[in-house]
C-alpha cells in the first residue's frame, strides 16, 4: 500500500465538493427545462427571452467550474480521485456548454420550423439530466448508494442510444425532404448539438462508474 492510500484512512477528506457537485447538477437541469420550453415554441420572442435565461446558467455553471477547480488546487485529500474530480466537473459544464449552443442557434439561425424531434431530443435531454442528479446526490455515500446510481447511469446509456436513433432517423428525414439548402444547414448543426448535449451526459456518467470502480 502506498502513501498516498495510507494518508486517505487517518486524514480527513475535504467534503466542500459535494454542495459544488450538487450546486452544478442542479443548474444543468435548470438549463434542459428551459431548453425544453424554448423548443416547445414557436416564438422567436420566447425563442429569445429563454435563450437569455439559459446563457445566465451557463455562466453560473462556469462559475461553479471555477470554484471547483480552485477548491481542488487548495485540497489535500479530496473525496475521490483529483483526475475524476476534474472530468466530472468539466463533463457537466460541457452539457450545459452545448444547450446554450443549440439555444444560441435557434435564435441566430431562426429556422422557418422547428422539427418536432427537437422537442423529443429535448426531453431525452432532461431525462438524462434527472438521473445525473441522483447520481450526483448518492455520491455522498457511494458505496451505500451503488445500485442506485449504477442503474441512474444505466438509464443514461439507454437514453443515449435512444437519442441516437432519433438522430439518425432526423437527419434522414431531414435530407429526403427539405429542399432548402439553408434550411437544411440550419436544421442538421441544430440536431447535431441536441445529439452531442447526451453524449457529453453519458460522459458524466462514465466518468461516475470510474469514480464507483476506484472506490470498490
Do not use: W
Not at 452539457?95 to 426531453?123: F, H, Q, T, W
Not at 434527472?130 to 451503488?146: G, M, Q, R, S, V
Request: with cysteine.
Amino acid at each position: 500500500m502506498n502513501i498516498d492510500k495510507v494518508l486517505k484512512f487517518f486524514v480527513p477528506k475535504d467534503h466542500s465538493f459535494y454542495p459544488l457537485f450538487e450546486e452544478d447538477a442542479k443548474n444543468l437541469v435548470k438549463a434542459t427545462e428551459l431548453l425544453k420550453e424554448q423548443l416547445s415554441s414557436s416564438d422567436p420572442a420566447v425563442h429569445e427571452r429563454l435563450h437569455q435565461e439559459i446563457k445566465q446558467l451557463e455562466h453560473i455553471g462556469d462559475e461553479i467550474t471555477d470554484k471547483s477547480f480552485q477548491a481542488l488546487n487548495k485540497s489535500f485529500i479530496t473525496p475521490f480521485d483529483r483526475e475524476d474530480i476534474h472530468e466530472l466537473t468539466a463533463h457537466i459544464d460541457d452539457v450545459v456548454d452545448s444547450i446554450d449552443g443549440v439555444s444560441r442557434r435557434i435564435c441566430l439561425y431562426k429556422p422557418k420550423n422547428l422539427m418536432p424531434v427537437y422537442k423529443e431530443m429535448a426531453n431525452l435531454i432532461h431525462e438524462a439530466a434527472l438521473e445525473i442528479k441522483i447520481c450526483i446526490h448518492c455520491l455522498t455515500d457511494a458505496a451505500a448508494n451503488k445500485e442506485e446510481i449504477t442503474r441512474a447511469c444505466d438509464k443514461v446509456k439507454e437514453i443515449e442510444h435512444k437519442t441516437d436513433e432519433y438522430y439518425y432517423v432526423a437527419v434522414g428525414e431531414l435530407f429526403k425532404h427539405e429542399k432548402d439548402p439553408a434550411e437544411l444547414l440550419k436544421n442538421n448543426k441544430i440536431l447535431e448539438i441536441l445529439e452531442r448535449c447526451v453524449d457529453e451526459e453519458e460522459d458524466v456518467t462514465d466518468t461516475i462508474r470510474s469514480i464507483l470502480i476506484k472506490m470498490a
